[in-house]
């Protein structure tokens, strides 16, 4: 089945669920925030300008918007408050109206976390219409905000790439002082409040994280290490997963043939078989994107079947206790 066919909307409604309890244990997206300055992001003021940019105002509009969109995040947003006309110039670009109406969320998210002065405007734009995660090359629905990078869940709760560690938990192992670390090293991440944990139980909250093997490899040929301290690095510790969760939020792809938003889906049919198989909550671990689902359909017996019994969506799907949940694990657990 395909994204144009008749029924494509009702079958995703209907053999599809979302989890949302990975967008509540990652970083909370939280749109009614910023609701009520929504149109200033996206639209110039109504009054023409009536200065300009001075020295700039000699380049082609079309040079000004290329050299706007490589401008890093905060810079573009700083320059925005310059005039009317720098609000103008940097409204008309259409790479920066999809970010602002589709991609905000991810973006306030870099600059909450003080990661959005590493990336330019263009990065986030191509971060936004790709759905593939950059690891695994699976459908992807979060943003890792420490490297600007698309990954899928599963990457994020295991790659080794993303690796993290608290700047002092890191200043320790490297008998370093946290305000020598800061002056030797600046890519860090500052964390926001949020749950990052399935159990009631929670750590503390560390305030800066850092990607421990680029930051080891960074700080190396600087010699700012007391002796054998790199080797007490590389001690493996636990992987502390919730660090992962604060690093990261979820970011739905921008499909530009169809114009909508993907945040992922995974397959109601084969969560009912999971729960069959393993007499449990039923989670298969699978999220596509809504065109792969379609494609998945046409293969999964019980999709089909589950399509069959609602008589083609005409009545509603009986729903696990896990889908009732949002796809949560609280309580299930
Ligand atoms: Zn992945
Ligand atoms: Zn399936």
Not at 255 to 263: E, K, L, V
Request: hydrophobic residues 40%; charged residues 25%.
């Amino acid at each position: 089945m395909k994204l144009e066919d008749e029924h494509a909307d009702a079958v995703v409604r209907i053999c599809s669920y979302r989890r949302r309890s990975f967008d509540q244990i990652t970083i909370i997206r939280r749109p009614y925030v910023t609701e009520a300055v929504q149109d200033s992001l996206e639209a110039a003021f109504h009054t023409p300008p009536t200065s300009g940019l001075s020295i700039f105002d000699y380049l082609p509009k079309e040079i000004m918007t290329m050299v706007l969109l490589n401008l890093d995040v905060l810079t573009f947003f700083r320059f925005r408050q310059v005039n009317r006309y720098a609000r103008m110039l940097s409204t008309t670009a259409p790479e920066y109206k999809l970010i602002a109406t589709y991609g905000l969320e991810g973006m306030r998210a870099l600059l909450r976390s003080d990661c959005a002065r590493r990336f330019t405007m263009m990065h986030v734009y191509h971060l936004l219409v790709t759905d593939r995660c950059a690891l695994c090359g699976h459908f992807g629905g979060f943003l890792f905000l420490l490297t600007a990078t698309r990954c899928c869940f599963k990457c994020l709760e295991n790659s080794p790439k993303l690796c993290l560690i608290s700047t002092t938990n890191f200043a320790r192992r490297a008998g370093i002082s946290t305000s020598q670390l800061s002056k030797s090293y600046r890519s860090t991440l500052r964390t926001v409040s949020g749950i990052y944990s399935v159990f009631k139980e929670r750590d503390r909250r560390p305030k800066k994280l850092m990607l421990k093997a680029e930051a080891i490899a960074a700080l190396a040929p600087q010699t700012v290490f007391k002796e054998n301290s790199i080797a007490n690095l590389l001690i493996p510790a636990t992987d502390n997963k919730e660090q992962r969760y604060m690093a990261c939020i979820a970011f739905p792809a921008y499909n530009r043939r169809t114009g909508r938003t993907d945040a992922g889906v995974s397959c109601r049919g084969c969560h009912f078989r999971a729960m069959r198989r393993n007499r449990s909550y039923g989670y298969d671990g699978e999220v596509f994107s809504t065109t792969e689902f379609l494609s998945h359909f046409s293969t999964c017996l019980e999709a089909r079947t589950i399509w069959a019994a609602t008589n083609q969506g005409m009545m509603g799907v009986h729903d696990s206790a896990f889908i009732l949940r949002s796809s949560s694990l609280f309580g299930l657990e």
